[in-house]
């Protein structure tokens, strides 16, 4: 009992001596599931840790395989590649930094997966032993296969009032950040389109596209489409129509009266200039007629007083005696 007891600590102590970087505990963080879209692309993320010190790259060798079969998918020797997977894996981490992220490119409907990462120690030239691997098989991840291009979505923050500006956002979900899908509007200037994009959560991808412009009477009730191209030529569009508010335009309104305000002005300060200047000759008219009026009121005060029936003759006659007239 005590020699069985001696010997398992000894293959123990050996395991340890033997592989001294994988005795610690190993863990990768890799998503669950991934949508994929057929022929377009997938960049699956992937990272793991380990107990140990870091090792540079070249000491790391990096492997996917298929669990099914457990075919190949990548490797840095691509004769140990799958044929159905050659040309289309590329590993994008640095192992050294304990990135495992691989992309998947010209996705087939049959790539579903699962796929798991398994990492090997390299040997130097001076090792003897063989390759220490670390299968990480509770971590795999799924595709979701999608055969249609999913559609954009178009935001319409409020309505559009004429000669305002007017911003609509175009957005579309992408699990391929290497190779983003392109957005592309009806209309706009280079100046008027914004672009952004953002991961929204581990894997998954939001590419954003903004246009500015401002909206006229002749936009009521036309249509503006965002269109999306994927990776692999795959397209998809969605439109809404825009229903322009008019400005409330007064100027039928203001411009006629201000016009008639203006001509009323107009004549009124010349009806006010003419009635000044005729009532000024009134009163001159006035004041001769006065005077002329006063000459009159004269002359009839002398008639009356010489008597009624006399003339200026009659005072010039000498008197005669009525008996001369008679001798007469």
Not at 53 to 79: A, C, F, M, N
Not at 165 to 172: A, D, K, L, Q, R
């Amino acid at each position: 009992m005590e020699n069985k007891r001696k010997m398992m600590i000894f293959f123990l102590l050996l395991a340890v001596i033997s592989s001294p970087v994988f005795a610690g505990e190993w863990t990768a963080s890799v998503v669950k599931n991934l949508d994929a879209l057929v022929t377009s692309c997938v960049v699956i993320p992937c990272s793991y840790t380990h107990a140990k010190e870091r090792l540079p790259h070249s000491r790391l060798r990096g492997i996917w395989y298929l669990v099914s079969g457990q075919q190949v998918i990548y490797h840095e020797d691509k004769t140990l590649i799958a044929e159905s997977f050659r040309g289309r894996t590329t590993l994008l981490g640095n192992l050294g930094q304990d990135n495992c992220t691989l992309e998947m490119t010209e996705i087939k409907d049959h790539d579903n997966g699962p796929f798991c990462f398994r990492i090997e120690l390299v040997p130097t030239g001076t090792e003897t032993s063989k390759t220490d691997k670390f299968s990480f098989v509770h971590d795999c991840v799924s595709f979701n296969m999608i055969t249609k291009p999913p559609k954009p979505i178009l935001l319409e923050p409020k309505t559009p009032i004429q000669g305002h500006p007017y911003t609509i956002t175009c957005s579309v979900f992408s699990t391929c950040p290497t190779r983003l899908p392109k957005l592309t509007w009806s209309r706009g200037t280079a100046e008027e389109i914004h672009e952004a994009y953002r991961e929204i959560h581990k894997g998954f991808w939001e590419v954003l596209s903004t246009v500015v412009f401002i909206p006229q009477e002749k936009d009521d009730h036309t249509d503006i489409s965002c269109t999306a191209q994927f990776y692999g030529g795959m397209m998809s569009t969605e439109k809404l129509t825009i229903y322009v508010k008019r400005t409330v335009n007064y100027n039928h309104i203001i411009i006629p009266v201000v016009v008639g305000i203006s001509i009323a002005g107009i004549f009124g300060g010349l009806c006010i200039f003419m009635m000044k200047k005729y009532k000024n000759r009134i009163a001159e008219l006035q004041s001769q007629d006065g005077t002329m009026w006063n000459r009159l009121s004269r002359m009839s005060r002398r008639i009356r007083s010489v008597g009624p029936g006399s003339s200026h003759t009659d005072r010039s006659r000498p008197k005669v005696n009525r008996s001369d007239a008679d001798h007469m």
